[in-house]
């Protein structure tokens, strides 16, 4: 037998050290929030995408009445910038929720489904991305989705 341990490595930040780039990136992800349609659980998320050239893409959570039926923000974001920019890379995402009358505390992470689309992306331009994550009392940050979503699934096992 044996026994594999994985870490994975998150950068606690707050918001007077980013620069001036990210700090509006990640004002952005909090404006889209505020924008997003969720009636049925109040629980708004935003997310905005930097392209490497320069472009920053936004999206939010769209509920539905049939629950699977609705997207998450960085699915929309995403999804939207590969639409718009199909050659353009993706520099970093920054994330966002807003519950109640204020920004979550903590931050707010990517679900399973966004995760893997956010492999898939990082895959497709062979180029790791920031995965900025707001909250108010701290930001966390990763450098890849690799550190989110460990022992992944993607395309290397389709080439087999």
């Not at 930040?13 to 009636?39: F, G, N």
């Amino acid at each position: 037998m044996e026994i594999y341990n994985l870490t994975t490595k998150i950068l606690v930040y707050s918001i007077d050290e980013y620069s001036q780039d990210i700090k509006k990136l990640i004002e952005d992800a909090k404006l889209a929030a505020k924008r997003a349609y969720a009636p049925y659980s109040g629980f708004r998320v935003g997310a905005a995408v930097l392209l490497s050239n320069g472009e920053t893409i936004t999206g939010n959570n769209q509920e539905n009445a049939a629950y699977p039926s609705g997207l998450c923000a960085e699915r929309v974001a995403m999804l939207a910038a590969n639409s718009l920019y199909p050659d353009i890379p993706v520099e970093a995402i920054a994330i966002a929720a807003y519950s109640g009358d204020d920004y979550t505390s903590m931050p707010c992470y990517p679900c399973g489904s966004c995760r893997q689309t956010l492999l898939e992306i990082e895959n497709r331009f062979d180029k790791p991305f920031k995965i900025i994550m707001y909250g108010k009392d701290k930001i966390y940050e990763v450098a890849s989705i690799q550190e989110l979503l460990p022992l992944s699934f993607g395309k290397d096992f389709l080439d087999k």
